[in-house]
Every structure is written in structure tokens, then in C-alpha cells.
């Protein structure tokens, strides 16, 4: 297997768009050479590429593409740059949007995805001298696998939480003074829900940060102002994708997340027309993974709608950032009497009630028309009527309310899957 640097001093190029242009320059030559799925789609291209700007030549990767590659050619597709032999480590995307990818990873490459997490938590104040609970099942979902990789490296003290219960976990953070939370949004809220059943203080307990993935949930004011006063911990964001990495990061002004723009190449394109969106629009966000060589992917299609923010961060952070994280996915996108609905939109305003236990979202159509209604858990009738006005007012669409009794509602430890959609007989949840 050919040797590289999986992540070279940034500070040896006089300006980002240099770094970024060579090393993007010297994945596409490899690429051309030894890999056959980009061999292909990088027929006609003329490398090296003069400027970042020829970056928009290059074509688009999707998700489609990579579950087509894996079809035909099974089981991991022709993406897969290296001999099997060369593979150390196995991961699949969690098939909540289609068939799940396959994705290995060389000794290389998970070296890589270490090094992007360790950037997280340095931006966390994350140090050696912590102790980091890992809440989440360790199974070939990426997870928090390369946290749990990152977190041994630098010297902090580790904790798996694999099979525990709820009350399990929360017993061994008690129990060992654990001062750093990894877990999803809505397994921090579920968390804090089964701790006030145990009579536990988490505001005074040892954990005083959290950090969250999985769910856009972590940079929305809203929710991370609710997970923050029920832990009395400091929450910060991080986005990353198995197909991808560990790509973006939240800061201590926790405003939103930076793309780690030494490992990633960010593009915000106008789903429709592929071209750059303006300031303060928000598109498509699409990436190039810079260290990958085992699993590479160019402008890859992401899904996830951004805002595109040409300002820079208050925090002094000069890569790419993007207010607000991730707003939501394009594909959870749907047009109810004329209103684009995400539901990461609807979970802002839901939130912004700490009465409000839990929640769903439910598409469906009565007559010929297209409805929302949305369940929560709460017995406070005056809060189900100030939601349904919030909804109303900030949404611009008449949203039913439904109050359901305490602990109906279905609960997550990994990705949330709160919308149910029987629109003409549909259901995907």
C-alpha cells in the first residue's frame, strides 16, 4: 500500500487555498492511478488543477452513486482504493435514508479520523486531565467510534457505556466522576429524564461538558439551552458523516460549527442550479474529504442544508463557518400547503418548552390536502395551546397539536426517528 500523510503541517503553505490545492492536487493524481470508481469519473479532467477555483469541474459524488458501486460490485464497490488486506477497520452508515454503505477504513485513514476528532475536543477544552463517557452502542455505526480513539490518545481517561442501561450509565458517570459526556441531543434530554426518576442532581454532578452528534440538536439555541440547564454543563456540536468524517466542529462561542477546512474541501451549492449560493442563503453542503485514501470522496453530495456565512467567527477561527450547524437534511424536506417544512425547524420551537417531555411529527393527508400535526408529551394544556400559536406565527402554517400522556412517545440513544410520514398511505419513519 503507497505511504502518505495522512495530515501535513498546514503552516508549511502561505495561505489555505495553497494547502488545500496541494493536497487535493496530490489525491487526484493518486486517485487516477489506483483507484477505479474516481478513475472513471475523473476521465477528461486535466490534473494538477490550476486554482481552487477548477475545484467546480471536478464531478459530483452521491450517496446513490456509492450504494450503486457497492451493488454492483459487492461487497464494498470499487471505491475501496486498496486490497482487503490493507483494511483495518469495518463501519456502514446507519440506512436511515436507504441502504446502508459499507465503509473500511486503512490504519492510515483511521489514524486521520483521529486527528479530525482531536480537533473537536481541543475546541471543547477537552484535555489528558478528563474523564469521557462514551454513551452509545460501539456497533458498526461510526458513532463516536473515533472519539473513543481520540479521547485514549491524548491521554484522557476513557469509559464505554456499550450495553449499559440508562440508569447503568448514569450510574457509572456518577460513580467515577466523569466530566465529559458523548451522546446525541435526544439521548442527553432522555438521559436528564431518567436521572430526575433517580433523584439525581446533575446540575452539581462532576459532568460539566457535553458533546453532541448525530442530530443537528447541538447547535440549535433552543435545545442546547435546554440540555445545558438540566446538565448545568456547556454543550458543543460536532457533524461528521462514516462516508465522510469527522468534518465540522463546534467553539467556545458555540454559534454554530467550523468546518475543518485542513482535512475538507466546503462547497455551498443551490440544490437545483449546483452553483454557489450568496451570503446568507442556505444550500447544499458538499465535501472533499483531503486524508482518506482508503475511502475517498470528491464533492460529495451531503444532503445537509447550511447557511452559506462569509463573515468569520467571533472566536477567531478563520475556517468556514456555518451559523446555526447544520439546519437540516434535503431529503427530510417537505412541502406542506406551500410551506417548506424541515423537522429540525419544528424541534426549535418544540424545545423552546422545557415542559415538553418528548415529541413526534406526523405528515398526513386528509381530503387532498397535505397536513402536520405534532405529538408531545406534556400535561399542561397551556403550553399545547402556546406551541400551536408559536408553530402558527413562526412556521406561517396552521400546525394540529396532540397532547399524549407522559412516557407514549418512543425514546433514542442514537439517532432520533421522530416523524412519521402517512401522507396517501406512507409511512417512513
Keep these: 500500500m503507497a505511504s502518505h500523510t495522512a495530515y501535513p503541517v498546514y503552516e508549511f503553505h502561505t495561505t489555505l487555498e495553497s494547502y488545500q490545492l496541494h493536497k487535493l492536487n496530490q489525491m487526484l493524481v493518486f486517485l487516477v492511478k489506483e483507484n477505479e470508481f474516481y478513475r472513471s469519473k475523473l476521465t477528461g479532467i486535466t490534473l494538477p488543477l490550476r486554482s481552487m477555483a477548477d475545484v467546480s469541474k471536478l464531478p459530483f459524488t452521491t450517496k446513490q452513486e456509492l450504494v450503486d458501486d457497492q451493488t454492483q460490485f459487492p461487497p464494498y464497490g470499487k471505491n475501496h482504493t486498496y486490497p482487503i488486506q490493507s483494511y483495518a477497520r469495518y463501519h456502514q452508515t446507519s440506512g436511515t435514508s436507504g441502504r446502508p454503505l459499507k465503509v473500511l477504513d486503512t490504519k492510515e485513514s483511521w489514524e486521520w479520523w483521529e486527528t479530525c476528532w482531536e480537533e473537536v475536543f481541543r475546541s471543547s477544552g477537552i484535555n489528558k486531565n478528563d474523564t469521557v463517557f462514551l454513551a452509545f452502542s460501539f456497533g458498526p455505526f461510526i458513532g463516536f467510534w473515533g472519539g473513543f480513539e481520540a479521547a485514549k490518545k ?7 457505556a456499550g450495553s449499559q442501561t440508562s440508569k447503568e450509565r448514569l450510574a457509572t458517570m456518577m460513580e467515577n466522576n466523569t466530566t465529559v459526556l458523548l451522546c446525541t441531543p435526544s439521548y442527553a434530554l432522555h438521559l436528564a429524564e431518567v436521572a430526575e426518576d433517580m433523584d439525581l442532581d446533575l446540575p452539581n454532578s462532576s459532568v460539566k461538558t457535553i458533546i453532541t452528534a448525530g442530530e443537528p440538536g447541538g447547535s440549535v439555541p433552543s435545545i442546547r439551552r435546554q440540555i445545558e440547564t438540566t446538565w448545568g454543563a456547556k454543550l458543543y456540536d460536532h457533524v461528521g458523516m462514516t462516508e465522510m468524517g469527522a468534518y465540522g466542529y463546534s467553539c467556545q462561542t458555540q454559534n454554530g460549527i467550523h468546518v475543518n ?150 425514546r433514542f440513544s442514537m439517532k432520533a426517528k421522530r416523524v412519521m410520514d402517512q401522507r396517501n398511505n406512507r409511512i417512513t419513519i
Design 261 to 410: 477546512e485542513s482535512q475538507f474541501i466546503a462547497e455551498i451549492l443551490n440544490m437545483e442550479t449546483r452553483e454557489p449560493v450568496k451570503h446568507g442563503e442556505k444550500g447544499e453542503l458538499v465535501l472533499t474529504n483531503l486524508g482518506r485514501y482508503g475511502y475517498p470522496l470528491i464533492r460529495y453530495r451531503t444532503g445537509d442544508v447550511v447557511i452559506n456565512h462569509q463573515e468569520k467567527c467571533p472566536c477567531n477561527n478563520h475556517f468556514r463557518f456555518l451559523p446555526g450547524g447544520i439546519i437540516g437534511r434535503a431529503d427530510d424536506m417537505v412541502v406542506i400547503r406551500g410551506i417548506n417544512i424541515y423537522p429540525s425547524s419544528i424541534e426549535a420551537i418544540v424545545r423552546e418548552y422545557p415542559e415538553i417531555k418528548e415529541f413526534r411529527i406526523i405528515y398526513y393527508t386528509s381530503g387532498d390536502m397535505d397536513q402536520i400535526k405534532v405529538q408531545i408529551e406534556t400535561t399542561d394544556t397551556r403550553v399545547e395551546k402556546k406551541l400551536s400559536s408559536g408553530l402558527r406565527e413562526r412556521v406561517g402554517l396552521r400546525i394540529e397539536t396532540e397532547a399524549v400522556e407522559p412516557g407514549v412517545l418512543p
Design 154 to 160: 491524548m491521554g484522557a481517561f476513557v469509559i464505554c
